[in-house]
Structures are given as structure tokens and as C-alpha cells.
């Protein structure tokens, strides 16, 4: 009996993941959907907890910070059994954090060459040689690589204040016969277009000089592909493919792991590209001084180019990339719609465009159905519950200025005072636990550079342990901007 209802359970999550897949076809559309999404399996069902299989880690970690709010979203309204979802990965190489140490690890005991990325291990299987052909290809060699998105062009970024620096920078490199800076590094907190401006790079290199060797990757895969090759002492092939290229572009450099090798080898790679004057791209979440777990030789080689930063985008930016991806879903958005959301959602551009994809689902599934205001609030009520809950540097700037009876403009000001500068160093540390604002950005709110902000975190973490009623206060502080 026992097992019968386990079998319908089974067949039941089953149809169910089918009726998900449709669902997440149209709201993430075909390209995204096949390069990500159908890969995935369903597996065990356990106490609520439902476990979704990736073929690779890499995958894994792409879905869990692309989909994975969605999918679990989409589940719950399902299917109210299901309490967890657990995205795993199905031959065990799970851990992006433990890459280095316990890969070698895992890789000396599967049975075949052939698992790492389901391709084979011959030197030809390094490359992620970036190409309008390969964009599609979903064979052996690109098995692991992000395949180049279509829609990630020059044409359709828009720029605005916050961005346009980058951008001009990232057509530079890409139009440039020779190289005027290098590398060019980008970096900005997540969803801000370094992505969008990587592949756009890689498109029109491809369409204007289609003999240039460009290889993209993430940091992740160099670290894979690396301890790959010391496994089968294939080092020799691997050096060659990396440094034979015209254009070597590293996404997410800050999962390059920590000290070790793999940075020593990478340190080799870059600066033999660099003193033959090929071009190095690389985007990561932090500038390079501040990239945690980097050796400072490298660091000091990434600045030697041209650093540039996408800041947090600005309401008429939000404004006009709701337009253009509008036009791109041949969506009709109301301006009060677009004036809301662009008001309501700015964190970054990837939640503004899910925003956007979700209200044209909507108004699809209903054949057509008009989007108004109304309907959008009503479809992104848990969106924007939780964005209404999400605590801000200002806040933080007023709450403790007025736990400390102090004024905002003290705060912020230049004053060294222990009276004024502790609240200060209180309000850093806060703005950088309770929100996802990097360093440079939460100096900026203080007039401020990422050093200061550190050195008052780090500050604070010392005085909480010897100081109870410091203590005590950043925790009544604490609870009340959670609330
Ligand atoms: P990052 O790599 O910085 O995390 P992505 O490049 O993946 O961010 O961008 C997230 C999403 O936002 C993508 O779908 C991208 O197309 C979109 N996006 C970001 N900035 C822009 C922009 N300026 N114009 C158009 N789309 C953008
Ligand atoms: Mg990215």
C-alpha cells in the first residue's frame, strides 16, 4: 500500500516537473530553457524535501543563482508537500568551494576519463572557443562552457550614466585592432550587464574578425579544466590551448579558488598573453584589490590595465531597459507599469528583466490579457513583499543615527570624533550584514572609500566580542531594520 502511494507520488512529481518545464519554457524563453533548464532531472523525493539533479556543477551553481527562486516558487504552487528543493549534482561533483582540494579527489576515482563535463579528456576538449557556431552547439566541447546568449549584443545593452564607462570600454576592446589597455577587468555586484557586455564582446569580434581565437570561460571552469589536466598530466596541452589564443576572457573571476596552483597557473597564462599583446577580459564581483583569496602578484598584474566598475543602475537607465526588453519580448508595457517597477525593483537588471518576463507570461497564459497596473502588482505580490522588506544604507544611515542621537549629515560627515565615529563604523558594518551592497558602494554612501568600510567592519567584529553593550545595541539595531 505503502509502496502504491509512493509510485503515485513518483508519477505525480513526475507530470508535475513536466507541467513546471512548460511553465519555465515561456517565461525564460527557448535558448535559456534548453541550455539550462531541460538538462535538469528530477530526483528523490524525501520529508518534503525534493532534490533536482544538474549533470554539472557548473550547471548546478548557474541554476541555483539564475532559477532557482523561481522553480521552487513554481513547485510550492504546485505541489504544497514539497518544503525544500535541493539542486544537486548528479556524479557528486558538487562543491565549487572545495574544487581545488577534493576534486583531484573525486576525478582519480570515476572509472573513465569521460566525466568531468561528459567529454572526453583529449586536448581538443579544452577549448571554449566562443563562435556564432558554437553558440548552439550542445556537443562535447561545449558541453560545459555558458553558451554564448544571442541576445547579450552591444545593440541590445543600454547605456546609461551608471554604465556607460564600462560599456564604451568593452567596445573599445572589441573594436581595437591592438590592445590599449590590458586587461580590461569589469566588475559590479550581480545582475548589472558584465555578462551581457562579455558576450557582446565575443559576438562582434566573431562577426568582424572571424579568425580571431577568443576562448570564454568562467574562473570556475579554468580552475575544472586545470585540475583536470594535472589529473591526466595533460598540462602540456593545456598550456598550449590557453596560450595560443587571441582574446582570453574569465568570467566570475572571483571563484578562481584560492591560492594555489591553478593561480599560479593562471598567473603563467595571463602574463605570457599580456607580453605578447593578446587580450585579456576578465569580470568579477569585486575590484582586484579587493577579491578575497588572490595572490597579490596577481592582483597587482589585474590593475595594470584599465578597471572599470557598472554601478548600480539609476531610474532612467531602469526606465529605458524596460522599454528595450519590452520591445525585444514584443511586449505592449503601459509607462505606469514601467514608472512602478522601474520604482520598485533596483536592485539590479536581472530581477527588473525576471520582473518583466513574469508579467508577460501572465498576460499570455491569459491569451493577450492587457498589463496593467493592477495585474502586475497582483502577479509580483511575493516579489515585491520581499523587496519592501529589504533594508537600505539609508535606512540604516537613519536608524542608527537615531539610536546614537546623531544626525544623518554627522554620519556622514569627515568628524573623527569618537561620538560620531563609532556610530558611523556601527552603520558600515550593519550596511554591509544586512544588505548586498559591495564595499566601494557602501563608501560611496559615506563619502568613503572600500578601505575605511573595511577597516570599520573589521573594527566592529573586534569590539562586539569584548564590548556587551556595543554588542547589545547593534543587535536592537539589527532587529529593528529586519523588520
Ligand atoms: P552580471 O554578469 O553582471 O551578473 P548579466 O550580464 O548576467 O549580469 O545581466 C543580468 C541580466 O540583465 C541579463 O539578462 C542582461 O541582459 C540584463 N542587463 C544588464 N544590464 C543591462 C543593460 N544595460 N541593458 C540591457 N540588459 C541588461
Ligand atoms: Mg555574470
Given at each position: 500500500m505503502a509502496e502504491e502511494a509512493l509510485v503515485s507520488e513518483e508519477r505525480t512529481v513526475d507530470t508535475q516537473w513536466g507541467l513546471i518545464c512548460n511553465q519555465l519554457k515561456t517565461e525564460f524563453g527557448a535558448t535559456a530553457f534548453d541550455s539550462w533548464l531541460k538538462p535538469l532531472t528530477v530526483g528523490d523525493f524525501n520529508n518534503g524535501v525534493m532534490n533536482i539533479c544538474a549533470p554539472t556543477a557548473f550547471m548546478k551553481n548557474w541554476v541555483v543563482t539564475h532559477y532557482a527562486d523561481r522553480i521552487s516558487k513554481i513547485w510550492e504552487q504546485?505541489?504544497?508537500?514539497?518544503?525544500?528543493?535541493?539542486?544537486?549534482?548528479?556524479?557528486?561533483?558538487s562543491d565549487r568551494r572545495s574544487v581545488d582540494t577534493s576534486l583531484l579527489k573525486k576525478i582519480s576515482s570515476t572509472p573513465t576519463p569521460q566525466n568531468i563535463y561528459g567529454c572526453s579528456i583529449n586536448s581538443s576538449s579544452f577549448g571554449l572557443v566562443a563562435g556564432a557556431s558554437l553558440a548552439n552547439d550542445t556537443s562535447r566541447n561545449t558541453a560545459a562552457a555558458s553558451p554564448l546568449n544571442p541576445n547579450y549584443t552591444f545593440e541590445n545593452f543600454v547605456v546609461g550614466k551608471t554604465n556607460e564607462f564600462a560599456y564604451a570600454a568593452a567596445r573599445k576592446v572589441a573594436e581595437a585592432k591592438n590592445v590599449s589597455f590590458n586587461p580590461l577587468f569589469l566588475y559590479s555586484s550581480v545582475g548589472l550587464g558584465k555578462t551581457h557586455l562579455m558576450h557582446s564582446i565575443i559576438w562582434h569580434i566573431k562577426k568582424n574578425d572571424p579568425n580571431r581565437n577568443v576562448i570564454y570561460l568562467t574562473a570556475e571552469q579554468f580552475v575544472y579544466k586545470f585540475v583536470k589536466a594535472l589529473r591526466y598530466k595533460d598540462t602540456a596541452a593545456f598550456k598550449e590551448q590557453f596560450r595560443s589564443v587571441d582574446v582570453l576572457m574569465v568570467d566570475d573571476f572571483q571563484f578562481?579558488?584560492?591560492?594555489?596552483?591553478?593561480?599560479?597557473?593562471?598567473?603563467?597564462?595571463?602574463?605570457?598573453?599580456?607580453?605578447?599583446?593578446?587580450?585579456?577580459?576578465?569580470?568579477?564581483?569585486?575590484?582586484?584589490?579587493?577579491?578575497?583569496g588572490i595572490e597579490e602578484r596577481l592582483k597587482s598584474r589585474l590593475v595594470g590595465g584599465l578597471v572599470v566598475d557598472i554601478m548600480p543602475t539609476d531610474f532612467d537607465l531602469r526606465m529605458s531597459i524596460l522599454q528595450k526588453k519590452a520591445e525585444l519580448m514584443g511586449i505592449e508595457?503601459?509607462?505606469?507599469?514601467?514608472?512602478?517597477?522601474?520604482?520598485?525593483?533596483?536592485?539590479?537588471?536581472?530581477?527588473?528583466e525576471g520582473s518583466l518576463k513574469r508579467i508577460a507570461a501572465h498576460s499570455q497564459l491569459l491569451s493577450g490579457k492587457e498589463i496593467t497596473l493592477d495585474m502586475t502588482q497582483d502577479v509580483l505580490k511575493d516579489m515585491l513583499r520581499s523587496i519592501d522588506r529589504k533594508t537600505t544604507i539609508d535606512e540604516i544611515q537613519k536608524?542608527?543615527?537615531?539610536?546614537?542621537?546623531?544626525?544623518?549629515?554627522?554620519l556622514q560627515s569627515s568628524r573623527r570624533a569618537r561620538t560620531v565615529a563609532r556610530p558611523r563604523q556601527?552603520?558600515?558594518?550593519?550596511?554591509?550584514?544586512?544588505?548586498?551592497?559591495?564595499?566601494?558602494?557602501?563608501?560611496?554612501?559615506f563619502e568613503r572609500d572600500h578601505t575605511t568600510v573595511m577597516h570599520a567592519v573589521r573594527k566592529i567584529e573586534e569590539l562586539i566580542i569584548e564590548d556587551q553593550t556595543?554588542?547589545?545595541?547593534?543587535?536592537?539595531?539589527?532587529?529593528?531594520?529586519?523588520?
Open positions: 504546485q505541489n504544497s508537500s514539497i518544503k525544500k528543493i535541493n539542486f544537486i549534482v548528479q556524479n557528486g561533483l578562481m579558488g584560492n591560492k594555489g596552483t591553478t593561480q599560479e597557473e593562471f598567473f603563467h597564462t595571463f602574463s605570457s598573453l599580456v607580453e605578447e599583446g593578446k587580450q585579456v577580459i576578465i569580470s568579477a564581483d569585486k575590484s582586484p584589490t579587493d577579491l578575497e508595457l503601459p509607462v505606469k507599469v514601467a514608472e512602478f517597477l522601474a520604482q520598485k525593483i533596483t536592485a539590479n537588471v536581472r530581477e527588473l536608524k542608527v543615527a537615531e539610536h546614537f542621537n546623531i544626525s544623518v549629515k554627522e556601527v552603520a558600515m558594518y550593519l550596511a554591509k550584514q544586512l544588505t548586498s551592497r559591495s564595499l566601494p558602494e557602501i563608501g560611496r554612501k556595543l554588542a547589545e545595541n547593534i543587535e536592537i539595531l539589527r532587529r529593528t531594520l529586519e523588520n
